[in-house]
């Protein structure tokens, strides 16, 4: 299984990449919206963890335009804003507010037991 890190800040990012890696998964990680879009024009994630306020581009364009180019993509929504709700066009590709962990995540453990449920959903008998 492979994971998407799009984080603009390099600390949380990094952090983050580490303990997935640490789990044993396959980790791909880009600080903004362009360079996500652009890496997976030829590479392929089964999981993306997305930061909300990116520069340039928002979290939830980033999103739609994933799904655009990967249809089979989930993702993870990681933002430090409470007062976030998933906008209906991002709730259109079946995004819920199940997919969103706010920032910071005071259990890391967290983080696993999404990407267990997400990758679970899809590939459950």
Known sequence: ???????DEQMVRENLVDYLEDEGLDVISVGSAED???????????IAIVDMRL??????????HLKELHPDMDFIIHTGSVDYAVPPDV???????DNV??????DMD???????????NKYEI
């Open 101 to 106: 962990l706010l920032k910071p995540v005071a």
């Open 36 to 46: 996500a879009l652009t890496l997976m024009k030829t590479e392929h994630a089964d």
């Open 91 to 97: 709730r259109a590709y079946g995004i819920s507010s």
């Open 55 to 64: 520069p340039v581009m928002h979290g939830n364009d980033l999103i739609i």
């Open 110 to 120: 967290m983080f696993i037991q999404k990407i267990r449920t997400l990758f679970d």
């Open 1 to 7: 299984m492979r994971i998407l890190v799009v984080d």
